[in-house]
């Protein structure tokens, strides 16, 4: 079965900082690669995901996250994080043939500081 | 463009009382799914439904039955509210393509006393 961890519940960053989310997963097989993104109140919004081809993607908002499968590892990344940033953040990894059904990690919260 | 539409927002329910949480989407998308939303937990499948007349138990589904009434609408019903169920309740359609994300609503939140 497949599994995702993301080690850091909470990330306190200053607003123009450069940002790092980690999302380590378990899957057998070439696994499909989500992260969404949730503002207060609010549903889940797709930031980026991966499938194949280039291990670096980009997505909306400025962030980018890049594969790694020597590390099982999928992490968000932004230059420089602005205050409307601040938000939960969920990676997600779903299984070969249907991305639909997914399984989410336990999510980061950013908090940006001015 | 409406997306994927929620109803109630909020609600409060006593132990022992029902409900059915309305979900409904103009994406033309044939897969739906409900989740539920735990602090410290993520989110965690309860049922979808990949077509029009299907349903499937996902990770955590007792307690809750579904009603794939047509291909815009997907209901979740509590039929005995317990405290355990207190939670956001979140609705997703999706093309269910191999490369096709989720598109959700902007929750439910459920209060069982």
């Known amino acids: 079965a497949q599994s995702v961890t993301q080690p850091d519940i909470h990330i306190t960053v200053s607003e123009g900082a450069s940002l790092e989310l980690r999302c380590n997963y378990s899957?057998?097989?070439?696994?499909?690669l989500f992260w969404y993104v949730q503002s207060p109140g609010q549903g889940l919004q797709l930031l980026l995901k991966y499938f194949s081809g280039d291990t670096l993607v980009q997505g909306i908002k400025g962030f980018e996250a890049e594969f790694k499968r020597s590390q099982s590892s999928f992490n968000l990344r932004k230059p420089s994080v602005h205050w409307s940033d601040a938000a939960e953040y969920f990676c997600a990894v779903g299984a070969a043939g249907t991305a639909s059904k997914l399984t989410f990690g336990t999510g980061t919260r950013l908090q940006v500081t001015l | 463009n409406a997306g994927v539409t929620q109803t109630p927002k909020f609600q409060v329910l006593k132990t022992g009382q029902s409900m059915t949480l309305q979900c409904a989407q103009d994406?033309?998308?044939?897969?739906m799914y409900w989740y539920r939303q735990d602090p410290g937990m993520g989110l965690r499948l309860i049922y979808y439904?990949?077509?029009?007349?299907?349903?499937d138990k996902g990770e955590v589904p007792n307690g809750y039955n579904v009603s794939r009434l047509n291909k815009r609408e997907f209901s979740l019903r509590l039929e005995s509210a317990a405290p355990s169920q207190t939670s956001v309740y979140f609705c997703?359609?999706?093309?269910?393509?191999?490369?096709?994300?989720?598109?959700f609503g902007n929750g439910t939140r459920l209060t069982v006393t």
């Open positions: 994406m033309n998308h044939n897969s």
């Open positions: 439904s990949a077509s029009e007349g299907t349903t």
């Open positions: 899957y057998g097989a070439t696994p499909y």
């Open positions: 997703a359609s999706s093309v269910d393509r191999v490369d096709s994300p989720l598109h």
